[in-house]
């Protein structure tokens, strides 16, 4: 069964021409592309989405970050997604992440990490509804399924 999950392509990767390369990654993996805008994050927006975080010391430099360029928003399809993307993500703190991850291969920073991913189904589905509406997705058969998944899984 098909799970969705966020990610957040953060100013950095936007500024140093990541884009393409970190979406391609998730391609490459077999994950669907079902969602995919560019928007100016705002302190509203920012405030509920790290409220979690909103108490930590570097809850203004993360906002700042966040707001420095635009980001790119997506939302990937697959099996497992959420674990599969933060797998591929590598830990937050990039220094930390391993090589091979997003993170380990193109970030050194824990807070200018390049992506953004949700932490579980529950979160993706709240993330997801914060930043799409239906109209924004984009429902369609992928004819490569077949090559990418068991009869079962699918």
Request: proline share 6%; hydrophobic share 40%.
């Amino acid at each position: 069964m098909a799970e969705r999950t966020l990610v957040i392509l953060k100013p950095g990767a936007l500024q140093r021409g990541l884009v393409g390369e970190v979406i391609s990654r998730f391609e490459k993996r077999g994950l669907k592309l079902v969602a995919l805008k560019m928007v100016r994050l705002t302190d509203e927006v920012l405030d509920i989405h790290y409220a979690h975080l909103k108490d930590r010391p570097f809850f203004p430099w993360l906002k700042n970050g966040m707001k420095a360029a635009p980001v790119i928003l997506c939302c990937w399809e697959g099996c497992e997604a959420v674990k599969v993307v933060r797998e591929m993500a590598g830990a937050t703190n990039a220094r930390k992440a391993v090589p091979g991850t997003i993170r380990g291969d193109y970030s050194m920073s824990a807070q200018e990490n390049i992506i953004h991913t949700s932490d579980s189904p529950e979160n993706a589905a709240i993330e997801l509804d914060r930043f799409f509406v239906p109209e924004d997705y984009c429902e369609y058969q992928s004819v490569l399924d077949p090559f990418k998944y068991s009869p079962d899984e699918i």
